[in-house]
């Protein structure tokens, strides 16, 4: 099955030190909330597959993800930190700042750009477990979920292999629950993908969120009502 990945934006792949905040036009683009919904706070830390580039804003998985949420019942604020382009490296860097405010639930969406761009999977794993032990850091037992994520199958099988293999490595390691493949379903299918073939549709998005909905579900039973 082909593999949608995104690969707009620059950002470098070596685990990186922390950097300063955002400025607030920044954090006005990648970050939205939302407002009709009360209660914990799940905090999206993703690519422009979570920032839903090329689709309104409601059409977004993580818009779909509230909205399944509030017909489930759960009091919870889905927060779309999304942002076009970025690394598994542009994420560490990014993810103390995201978690000023204490989330119940962080779901990290990221490494897509690194698959495309062929960067060393232990690149990327490093990377992600240091997004791990900085939200640890700030949040000492905060529940954490990452989203597979797999790479494009023309960089080979050895690589495609190494990188998928990563994701449920680094969710072994640091007890994450490992959630399934964002474009499961999606990724090559013409009807749910944009003209760029890499960005899902509103129906892509859709189909995207209840890929990820069964395995969030439990995660969302187990949140406070508020944090």
Do not use: K
Request: charged content about 15%; overall charge negative.
């Amino acid at each position: 099955m082909a593999l949608g990945l995104i690969g707009c934006g620059s950002g470098s792949d070596a685990p990186v030190p922390a950097t300063p905040a955002p400025t607030t036009q920044s954090s006005e683009a990648t970050m939205t909330e939302a407002t009709s919904a009360t209660g914990a706070r799940v905090v999206i830390l993703g690519t422009s597959l979570t920032a839903g580039l090329g689709v309104a804003p409601e059409e977004a998985y993580p818009a779909v993800l509230q909205r399944l949420a509030d017909s489930a019942g759960f009091p919870v604020r889905i927060v779309n930190a999304g942002l076009s382009g970025e690394t598994s490296a542009g994420a560490l860097r990014r993810v103390e700042w995201l978690l000023q405010e204490a989330p119940a639930l962080l779901i990290i969406e990221t490494g897509a750009n690194d698959g495309l761009r062929g960067v060393d999977p232990d690149s990327t794993a490093a990377n992600l477990r240091g997004i791990v032990v900085r939200a640890r850091a700030a949040h000492p037992g905060v529940p954490i979920a990452l989203i597979q994520m797999e790479a494009p199958p023309n960089l080979g099988p050895a690589y495609t292999t190494r990188f998928r293999a990563v994701f449920g490595e680094v969710a072994r390691a640091e007890q994450l629950t490992l959630l399934p493949f964002l474009l499961e379903r999606v990724a090559g299918v013409p009807a749910l993908n944009q003209a760029d073939g890499i960005h899902p549709t509103p129906e892509g998005a859709e189909l995207a969120a209840r890929t990820l909905w069964p395995a969030l579900v439990p995660l969302l039973r187990s949140l406070p009502t508020s944090r």
